[in-house]
């Protein structure tokens, strides 16, 4: 992956003309594997879309998951602008929520929600992230714990890599049982030879530390 893919100059000159891309895979392929974690959480549950960049799943989140109190995080403030024209376009109004924010520095969340967050979700983020390095992630993997509710609260991750969390440091292990949801084929095959490649969901349960 490009190294410059964890710099806010690249991605304030992608976005400046780019008004939609989906990475790794569809937003409705995506939302059919976290429908099941979000329909039973209670109305008013606070979700995280961490990189929104220029997809269409905050759509998704809107249509399906009104009862939710979804915000759409990116550190590119062009990326949410054209979250925001999204929105317009499908509904007519903008109600959700939309925030500036890097993903490795402290959330701004207000107390009601800081550590009671039930969901984080983010579709090749972490990937982009991982371009500045091992310490990027796990910087990355800290804020979310900070924010999830740690008895029910998730993170969802979805990456080209096999081993995301798998680095010298065991950091992330520390923070989080790190499982796979689920493998996405990347796409059809050329000749019925060729092996299978996938992208990897991640599903990340927050532990609770001694002095949580």
Known sequence: MPADFEKVEYWHKRFTTERSFEWLTSSSAFFAILEPLLTPLPPSSTVLHLGSGTSDLHVYFRRHCSQLQTINMDYEPLALERGKEMEMREFGDVKMGYQVQDVTMPFELGPEQMGKVRMVI????????????????????????????????????????????????????????????????????????????????????PKRLPSS
């Open 122 to 205: 983010d579709k090749s983020t972490v990937d982009a992230v991982s371009c500045g390095g091992d310490e990027s992630v796990i910087k990355m993997a800290e804020r979310i714990h900070e924010t999830l509710d740690k008895e029910e609260g998730v993170w969802v991750t979805l990456s080209f890599s096999d081993s995301r969390f798998e680095m010298d440091s065991k950091r992330v292990q520390e923070l989080f049982d790190v499982s796979v949801l689920t493998k996405v084929a990347t796409g059809p095959k050329r000749l019925e030879s060729d092996p299978d490649i996938w992208h990897w969901c991640w599903l990340l349960r």
